[in-house]
């Protein structure tokens, strides 16, 4: 029997050998500070009926994009790839076309730049950042937005000025869970959520709770959020790994997912599960499936 689809739509690799990852710093995040491979993922998303995953960058770096291209080219679990280039630079459209050359450059689903580190909460309203998102556009991408709460109405005005750009926010836009707070990104979240081809990641949520005492009571109100702003077809689940190994394992993650979607009709859990994402990244069938 054909396993029903489950996509993991966003997880991250890295080896330090390979390329530091500037981010990891402090006691807090000590236990992110090791290799984490495919091969160490797979075991995990198998065991919990994973069908296909999105590779998602991490480091502002123009070779990381083409690694991560070359593990989805040889391996049976990687069916997507959201990768890095320069948003600025004159040459972006030479440079996706170039991505897309190499091996497994048909798996190139998306472009993502960590905006939540910039220290400009406009950087998505300036101009050579508007001529890069045309050009994603232009060459049928999508683009992840990885933003804190603060930057929220900028990727709004960035989603009206591109009409036919596909915007994903990852992670809810990393709400204040911890804190409980909720009226001020909910209603950025609404208003991001209003223009149709915006999309937003169930992923992440376990991480911007307390790591040490969270309860899928305490995602609930984010997650009913977003559910009532963007509908179960335009949110798509990922896990976050290996980020979320500080608060929870894979498995945790994944059945928090569907604990909070359990109210959903099936045909909603499975686009909340596998459909957005197949369709919005427009995965292609991997190998063997």
Request: contains cysteine; charged residues 20%.
């Amino acid at each position: 029997m054909t396993p029903r689809p489950l996509i993991d739509a966003h997880h991250h690799v890295w080896d330090l050998s390979v390329r530091d990852q500037d981010w990891i710093t402090g006691a807090d995040l000590a236990p992110l500070r090791r290799d984490f491979t495919l091969t160490d993922l797979e075991p995990e998303a198998r065991a919990a009926g994973v069908t296909g995953t999105v590779l998602v960058q991490t480091v502002t770096s123009p070779d990381e994009t083409p690694e991560l291209l070359a593990l989805a080219d040889s391996g049976a679990l990687v069916a997507g790839v959201v990768g890095w280039t320069d948003l600025t630079s004159p040459d972006i459209a030479d440079a996706l076309a170039a991505l897309r050359e190499l091996p497994g450059g048909e798996r190139l689903v998306g472009i993502r730049h960590q905006v939540q580190h910039e220290p400009d909460p406009g950087w998505l309203d300036r101009a050579d950042v508007t001529r890069g998102l045309t050009a994603v556009a232009a060459a049928g991408l999508a683009y992840d937005l990885v933003i804190r709460p603060h930057q929220l109405p900028a990727a709004a005005r960035a989603a009206r000025r591109h009409p036919h750009l596909t915007l994903v926010l990852d992670h809810l836009g990393k709400p204040p869970v911890a804190r409980g707070e909720l009226t001020g990104w909910a209603g950025g979240i609404r208003r991001l959520a209003a223009l149709p081809h915006t999309v937003a990641k169930l992923s992440g949520l376990v991480t911007e709770a307390d790591w040490h005492t969270w309860s899928v009571a305490d995602l609930r109100p984010y997650t009913d959020t977003v559910l009532d702003a963007f509908g179960a077809d335009r949110l798509m689940f990922g896990s976050d790994w290996p980020v979320c190994r500080l608060a929870a394992s894979y498995r945790q993650v994944l059945d928090t997912a569907r604990t909070l979607t359990a109210g959903l009709s099936p045909a909603e859990q499975d686009a909340v599960l596998a459909g957005t994402a197949t369709r919005v990244y427009r995965l292609r069938p991997l190998p063997g499936r």
